[in-house]
């Protein structure tokens, strides 16, 4: 069995191309290259396929996914989704290939032809409503391979991490009464787009740690060992999926944590031993945020570094 499977297309970089806005194409642009030259051993890439809609549709009210659909243009122009939803000629395509990745990486790791997966995917999702595109999100990538996972595979006990620097309201409103799905965030706090207190618990599966500006390595840690990771043990999850953003880095312009590359290996370390106690090791993991090219790239390496280390690890 090869250990992870890289999803990944070069419709992602053809997603609002000509924008010069954060989430923009440099964020992927030479992540292959990276990935080559780390030379790793257990690690397939794969071209994801494009998401049939009956799935977009089991996370996403159904009027608004054919709605914006209809709205991708059909030429050079870029049409805002919503304020902050850009959407090019290249973004269809792109799209439903990146909520598509969730859906073969959900398959292949049921099936047992990879232990874990990483869809290095744009547009990012966990902004996405239930029946709303938001701050750079056209659908909700985790969701729908979480309701992939409960209505093919029949899992009832999925848990979805999230450590992008920004609160995912999206998610959090998808499952918000949905105890088959625990949703689990760190975020800065206050900040875009403004969710995220500590008492919104959802049917009590939804665990919120807010985070002030400034927090460092340390701090995050002890928030994320003393309540994620406890909860996580708690819950018992069958499925590990994780909203990977790097935007809580240092160095991202968009927000003000203080974590470094070092960290998202460490937390990357502690779901793959969650993962491993509970969840036969399987983890989805999809990027979401990250807008320092560099720290982003040097962040998404040391996840798949940590990754492709269960052997090591265990
Ligand atoms: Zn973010």
Known sequence: MTQTAIYFDNSFKDHVSTLDYPERTDRVKNIIDLIN????????????????????YAAHDKEFVDDTLNRFPKDEKIVFLDQETPVSIGSFDATLRAAGAGINAADNIING?????????????HHACYDRS??????????????????????ENIAIIDFDVHHGNGTQDIFYKNSKVHYYSTH????????????????????????????????YHLAFDEIVLKKLHDQKPDFLII????????????A??????????LITQKLMSIACQYCDNRIISMLEGGYDIQALERSMIAHIRELQNYDTNS
Do not use: W
């Open 37 to 56: 030259k780390e030379e790793f051993k257990n690690l397939s890439i794969l071209k994801p396929d494009q998401v049939g809609y009956s799935h977009i």
């Open 113 to 125: 032809n990879f232990t874990n997966a990483f869809c290095i995917v744009r547009p990012p999702g």
């Open 134 to 155: 938001m701050g750079f999100c056209v659908f909700n990538n985790v969701a729908i391979a979480a309701e992939y996972l409960i209505s093919k595979y029949g899992l």
């Open 188 to 219: 800065q706090y206050p900040l875009y787009p403004g969710t995220g207190d500590i008492n919104e618990i959802g049917v009590g599966n939804i665990v919120n740690v807010p985070l002030k500006a400034g927090t460092n390595s340390s701090q």
């Open 243 to 254: 909203s990977a953003g790097f935007d809580a880095h240092e160095k991202d312009p968009l």
């Open 256 to 265: 003000s944590l203080n974590l470094v590359e070092n960290d998202f290996k």
